[in-house]
């Protein structure tokens, strides 16, 4: 018996680790409006955000990352867009985590000091958003605690979804680098 619960720890860890690399299927999709949610949050928790209301008069992105200060959000993904010289053509583009509005302007901060960039930066405090495009994954596998949203980037135009890209595995970045999204 002893033999049995280190191997039923091990056995039972596996899907937890899993749930971190699989990718679910997306709900939106090309054609989708952009859901309406309560709780987004820019810069602090007095700054309510409809993205909704913001794509009604503007195209643009927006941009899912699993975490706020994340080593590959930090260092790759999130500078690929303030480094591109795309971004002034970009139309809108919105960063968003499920992170509190005060770390998701510590961020901000901390990528782009001078605010030279058009980037917004926005917070899914409760996943709420993440949730509506059914593009959330398990983080507490990861260290990230509860929900967290898988790595996207949404071209929007007139409102509506036109484009999606969706990382296979939320540690990687590839398909949603500014180089591959702003055409």
């Not at 260092?75 to 499920?98: E, Q, R, T």
């Not at 510590?106 to 058009?118: E, I, M, R």
Request: glycine content about 8%; overall charge positive.
């Amino acid at each position: 018996m002893a033999f049995r619960a280190p191997l039923r720890r091990i056995a039972l860890a596996r899907p937890a680790a899993r749930a971190f690399h699989s990718t679910p299927r997306a709900l939106i999709r090309a054609g989708d409006e952009i859901p309406e949610t309560d709780g987004l949050f820019e810069n602090s928790a007095a700054s309510k955000v409809s993205l909704a209301d913001e794509f009604k008069s503007g195209d643009g992105y927006i941009v899912g990352v699993p975490g706020a200060f994340t080593g590959t959000c930090s260092s790759k993904h999130i500078p690929s867009y303030i480094n591109s010289p795309k971004l002034k053509d970009a139309g809108k583009v919105f960063v968003l985590s499920v992170n509190d509005p005060f770390v998701m302007k510590a961020w901000a901060d901390q990528l782009d000091p001078a605010g030279q960039t058009p980037i917004r930066w926005i917070a899914d405090p409760t996943a709420a958003f993440t949730k509506a495009l059914d593009m959330g994954f398990d983080g507490a596998a990861a260290v990230l605690g509860g929900t967290r949203s898988q790595r996207f980037a949404l071209k929007i135009e007139n409102g509506k979804v036109t484009k999606v890209h969706l990382e296979a595995d939320a540690t990687a970045a590839d398909v949603t680098m500014a180089e591959k999204v702003l055409q």
